[in-house]
């Protein structure tokens, strides 16, 4: 590859075009270079890393089209502002295994907060001294020794009687903040995070050898084994749409069902392993 070639292709790596060009935190962003290559020259594209400020969605794609390549990424970015995000080298590779790498660039995205700004209070001077009244001890004394010795029956109740913890379920579990909040401040996959992270423990806690540590697969494989009479359907099918959520945009009462829907599961789980502990 000429060293020309390699200038004509350094000079196109700035033309990132990013889409949407003005994004919330946590949209996906898909950030696109087209460029011209000689014949006979393949492009590769290297990973982006995680970090605080932003999460790659994907592998970069690469599409050749004759004497031209489409590279893509997708990623999604958790701080607000005018961003400039530094992009990997690519790599060209011609027909006799030279390898060239040339510098991918910057490339810009704005991305709008979803939370409001911070505001200012404006100090306020100090209050004067309050005036307190002068309160007899003996009227307090009283419902204190009362407090007392109510604590210390209750306490020695306690200790004859330990009534053993019940569930009360009903029909249908409404979500309570903070997922609501969440919701509202636009943060659709926490919520996703957070849905999933019950439905996994309330698995672990009925059944233990399906714990956090395996992946969606091998827990519904185990559940399959283990207990074939729970509605394994089901909970496959709400794991799975919480594993797709956290990538793919959905919408606000989609998610909302489905975390719903995984509360009622977690629920009715808990329930059955506090059936089963006490048989």
């Given at each position: 590859?000429?060293?020309?070639?390699?200038?004509?292709?350094?000079?196109?790596?700035?033309?990132?075009?990013?889409?949407?060009?003005?994004?919330?935190v946590g949209d996906t962003v898909e950030?696109?270079?087209?460029?011209?290559?000689?014949?006979?020259?393949?492009?590769?594209?290297?990973?982006?890393?995680?970090?605080?400020?932003?999460?790659?969605?994907?592998?970069?794609?690469?599409?050749?089209?004759?004497?031209?390549?489409?590279?893509?990424?997708?990623?999604?970015?958790?701080?607000?502002?005018?961003?400039?995000?530094?992009?990997?080298?690519?790599?060209?590779?011609?027909?006799?295994?030279?390898?060239?790498?040339?510098?991918?660039?910057?490339?810009?995205?704005?991305?709008i907060s979803v939370l409001p700004e911070?505001t200012t209070l404006t100090p306020q001077?100090?209050?004067?001294?309050?005036?307190?009244?002068?309160?007899?001890?003996?009227?307090?004394?009283?419902?204190?020794?009362?407090?007392?010795?109510?604590?210390?029956?209750?306490?020695?109740?306690?200790?004859?009687?330990?009534?053993?913890?019940?569930?009360?379920?009903?029909?249908?579990?409404?979500?309570?903040?903070?997922?609501?909040?969440?919701?509202?401040?636009?943060?659709?996959?926490?919520?996703?995070?957070?849905?999933?992270?019950?439905?996994?423990?309330?698995?672990?806690?009925?059944?233990?050898?399906?714990?956090?540590?395996?992946?969606?697969?091998?827990?519904?494989?185990?559940?399959?084994?283990?207990?074939?009479?729970?509605?394994?359907?089901?909970?496959?099918?709400?794991?799975?749409?919480?594993?797709?959520?956290?990538?793919?945009?959905?919408?606000?009462?989609?998610?909302?069902?489905?975390?719903?829907?995984?509360?009622?599961?977690?629920?009715?789980?808990?329930?059955?392993?506090?059936?089963?502990?006490?048989?």
């Open positions: 590859m000429t060293a020309g070639a390699v200038a004509m292709i350094l000079a196109q790596t700035t033309l990132w075009q990013v889409s949407p060009s003005a994004v919330t950030m696109v270079l087209r460029l011209q290559i000689p014949a006979g020259v393949s492009a590769h594209a290297d990973p982006l890393e995680a970090s605080a400020l932003v999460e790659p969605l994907s592998v970069p794609t690469v599409t050749h089209s004759g004497s031209s390549v489409v590279i893509q990424y997708k990623v999604a970015f958790f701080e607000a502002g005018y961003l400039g995000l530094a992009m990997p080298e690519i790599q060209l590779i011609d027909e006799s295994g030279v390898v060239e790498r040339v510098s991918g660039d910057t490339a810009w995205v704005r991305v911070d001077p100090s209050l004067g001294p309050i005036a307190r009244e002068r309160k007899r001890v003996e009227f307090l004394v009283l419902p204190a020794a009362v407090v007392l010795v109510a604590a210390v029956v209750w306490a020695l109740l306690r200790r004859r009687v330990r009534q053993r913890p019940t569930w009360h379920v009903g029909v249908r579990k409404r979500v309570e903040p903070p997922v609501v909040q969440w919701m509202n401040a636009g943060e659709p996959r926490t919520v996703v995070s957070a849905v999933t992270d019950r439905l996994r423990d309330s698995i672990a806690v009925a059944l233990p050898d399906a714990g956090r540590q395996l992946s969606t697969e091998q827990c519904l494989a185990v559940i399959e084994e283990q207990r074939p009479e729970w509605a394994v359907s089901e909970i496959a099918r709400v794991l799975h749409s919480l594993d797709r959520a956290r990538f793919a945009p959905a919408v606000p009462t989609d998610i909302v069902e489905l975390a719903e829907r995984a509360d009622e599961i977690a629920i009715s789980l808990r329930r059955a392993a506090l059936e089963e502990a006490e048989r």
